[in-house]
């Protein structure tokens, strides 16, 4: 007994449980009622669409790793899910009328010239999921806009259901009177009529996720509701302050997927609570320039702007160490 | 006597306390060892230098190690017997460090210090120095030292909020010893000239409150549970309100803070003309058959504690000396006990976590839970990439190491060791 050795390193010798891999399955979770809802109202065509991207995702980063002599063991024992919200999220923000090649390509990008090349998870600059979903919009843009479908479930208020050939935002932004008038918030809210992305239609099953992980403490609510809250005044203003653009302009587009699972990402957000609230209400400002500016949906391109605006702000915004306080006001004593 | 809330402190952590598993066992007295080995340096500052030689008979109480400087403290023998070497020892640490090595030969005679002339501060003080205390909650800093302060102070803060899990000493002798703990502080804020002495217990502790609850002039404040709250700097704010400045000294605010553990040996030294010979311990841990809290000779091999706890159980795999949150991981039981260890932990795989470090994820969990407000996931990067500048700037030397950070860390970095590296690197370079 004297001469056994036991595990030696610095403290703490206890650690909470929780793990990288243990937070990405509970996002991976709470994305679980957007994707069934989404192919409640699309079909099996949607969930295929998003399994594709998944495999892709996963698929990718073995392969990346597998070139750069990982061992299989190693890899799976290090697998930390990531690349399985990253295929998610495609998965979830291409329409149901997308090519399968489409996701797939979309989440290979994603996974290895986003993420991989940099570092991997944590050292990627942009969030990997938002700027394969851009790759997939400029590099397919004429299969990825056209001919939008619509849903199973027809609108629970208006008669008819939403035309094709754009969704409800493009068509508020452009404001098409055809399309305006036929949408109430309630059918925005649950998806039901709307054409749009997979995931994106039903606000519903997104906001349930997100309630899960703020309940869970995965992120903290108040960073994306500040990010809606500002984007849906910001269109106020910018539409002459008409209210009622309102709660369309924040239920509509990928704005809530966008908010809640997309700029929340640990890796893409600042590090202090300052910084982060500097941040969201930058990228609301953002969001809602930008979509009256090109009357498109812009809410990942936003996102992959302020991304890189993240080192910056995380260099001016840090702490000050506890009883800072003091020594700054005899500096300002000596300099007085 | 006032009972008070502690001010609300937002950060930290809050961690599985664990004592239950040892809290309510009275301190046990372990049989005086066959052997012992007492360091020469169980303290901050300079090693103590042996006056005794190989072959000398020694009484219990009797000096063996002189204080070699103004910060340093006596080392007495813990028990009587013969002094069998004076040697480098390689310690559990990995420290190697000049012991004294004392053969029992159970002739149970005992040697205490002068009588003391008079009740008054320099005195007081002096004995103090004496005896040989140093600040048992775990630095190991001389206390004659620390209460000879260049100004008047105004409060006395006796930490009693034992956050660290596990551990439950403090616990068991503000139940057992209430008294003489009284007796120690009433001494020790005579040597300070200090009239305020406030109390802070953690809110976990009902039954501690209310056995000091008969003391007039103890000021009783009950902290929340949290973790650091046994922190100097934490402890004095959540009591007095006032913030120790970054890079001050607890006494640049009027304030000193002292460990129950150490007020006992003061009282000890004063009233009962006994040197700091014996220490109290938690062993404790899901690895060892039968935790205990034990009183126990200065300088007692592992290997006769554990032996007396029942033994380690095969599943364990770490063994750690003090608290699991900034105590240090042991090699194996080749440690002898020293005057601030104020635990002994065995820990099994799933108590101590064991898995491997991954990449950053940048939860920021680290910054939003650190009671200093650092970055630590800025400092540990700039450590690592050896910008050591930078990690100055991003607040390294304010780094209490209390591992608030790397407990909660969901890609488990040791963030704490980093820190410590860039720390240690800092002081070299003088940056």
């Given amino acids: 007994m004297e001469n056994k050795l036991y595990k030696y390193s610095s403290s703490p010798h206890v650690k909470a449980p929780r793990t990288t891999r243990q937070i990405m399955v509970r996002v991976c979770i709470a994305l679980a009622p957007a994707v069934i809802m989404g192919t409640v109202l699309f079909g099996l065509m949607a969930l295929l669409l998003i399994a594709l991207s998944v495999l892709s995702a996963i698929a990718s980063e073995f392969i990346y790793l597998l070139i750069a002599k990982k061992s299989f063991k190693s890899i799976l024992r290090q697998f930390d899910f990531t690349s399985f919200v990253t295929g998610l999220l495609i998965g979830l923000s291409v329409g149901v009328q997308t090519p399968l090649y489409v996701p797939v390509f979309a989440s290979a990008f994603a996974i290895i010239v986003v993420k991989m090349l940099f570092g991997g998870t944590g050292k990627n600059l942009v969030n990997p999921a938002v700027t394969g979903r851009i790759f997939a919009f400029i590099s397919f843009t004429a299969v990825m806009t056209s001919e939008w479908v619509a849903p199973n479930i027809a609108s629970l208020v208006g008669a008819s259901s939403v035309s094709t050939g754009a969704t409800v935002l493009t068509g508020m932004l452009n404001k098409e009177a055809s399309v305006m008038p036929m949408v109430s918030n309630l059918d925005l809210l649950l998806g039901t009529g709307v054409a749009g992305c997979i995931g994106e239609t039903c606000k519903v099953a997104l906001l349930v996720g997100a309630i899960y992980l703020a309940i869970d403490k995965v992120i903290n609510i108040l960073y994306p509701l500040i990010y809606v809250a500002v984007a849906g005044l910001f269109s106020v203003m910018l539409g002459g302050f008409d209210f009622s653009l309102f709660l369309p302009s924040i239920l509509s587009g990928g704005l809530i997927l966008g908010a809640f699972f997309m700029a929340t990402d640990y890796t893409t957000t600042p590090n202090t609570s300052l910084g982060n609230v500097i941040y969201f209400i930058l990228l609301g400002l953002v969001t809602a320039g930008l979509r009256k500016a090109t009357g498109i949906e812009v809410v990942s391109f936003a996102i992959l702007l302020m991304n890189l605006f993240v080192p910056l702000i995380d260099k001016f915004v840090t702490h000050k160490p506890f009883g800072f306080i003091k020594t700054k006001k005899t500096k300002e004593k000596k300099n007085g | ?431």
């Fill in chain 2, 1 to 431: 006597m006032s009972i008070r809330k502690g001010k609300n402190y937002p950060y930290g952590i809050h961690v599985r306390d664990m004592k239950e598993l040892c809290c309510d066992l009275p301190i046990e007295n372990l049989p005086a060892p066959k052997k012992v080995y007492l360091s020469m340096s169980q303290h901050i500052g300079a090693p103590a230098t042996p006056i005794v030689n190989v072959g000398d008979k020694v009484k219990k109480g009797q000096l063996v190690g002189q204080a070699s400087g103004p910060v340093s403290a006596n080392v007495y023998a813990s028990i009587p017997g013969t002094v069998v070497g004076i040697e480098e020892l390689v310690n559990g640490l990995g420290q190697k460090q000049l012991h004294v090595v004392i053969e029992n030969d159970d002739s149970g005679e005992e040697i205490l210090l002068p009588e003391i002339e008079n009740r008054l501060g320099p005195t007081l003080i002096e004995r103090i120095r004496l005896a040989g205390i140093v600040g048992l909650g775990g630095a190991g800093f001389p206390t004659a030292v620390k209460l000879t302060p260049k100004s008047q102070l105004e409060y006395l803060i006796i930490n009693g909020a034992e956050c660290e899990p596990y551990l439950n000493c403090d616990y068991r002798l503000m139940l057992e010893r209430t008294d003489d703990i009284y007796k120690g502080i009433k001494y020790v804020a005579k040597a300070l000239n200090v009239k305020k002495i406030i109390l802070g217990i953690e809110e976990n502790k009902p039954l501690a409150i209310e056995a000091f609850k008969i003391y007039e002039d103890l000021d009783i404040v009950i902290l929340k549970k949290q973790y650091p709250m046994g922190s100097e700097k934490h402890l004095i704010y959540c009591t007095t309100n006032r913030k120790v400045p970054v890079g001050k000294m607890p006494f640049d605010v009027g304030v000193c803070v002292q460990n129950i553990k150490t007020m006992i040996a003061c009282y000890e030294a004063i009233d009962l003309n006994k040197p700091l010979t014996e220490m109290v311990m938690t062993v404790s841990g899901k690895g060892i058959e039968n935790p205990k809290n034990l009183k126990l000779a200065l300088g007692t091999p592992l290997t006769d504690v554990v032996e007396y706890c029942g033994g380690i159980k095969e599943r364990a795999i770490k063994l750690v000396a003090g608290g699991p949150m900034m105590g240090k991981a042991l090699i194996g039981l080749n440690h002898y006990t020293r005057k601030t260890d104020s635990g002994l932990l065995v820990l099994i795989d799933g108590e101590t976590n064991t898995a491997e470090p991954s990449n950053c994820i940048n939860c920021a969990k680290c910054a939003k839970n650190c009671p200093m407000r650092l970055m630590p996931m800025f400092i540990e990067s700039c450590a690592l990439a050896g910008d050591f500048v930078g990690a100055k700037k991003y607040g390294a030397m304010n780094c209490l190491e209390c591992g608030s950070c790397a407990y909660n860390c969901p890609a488990k970095r040791s963030l704490v060791q980093s820190i410590s590296m860039a720390k240690n690197k800092i002081r070299e370079m003088k940056l």
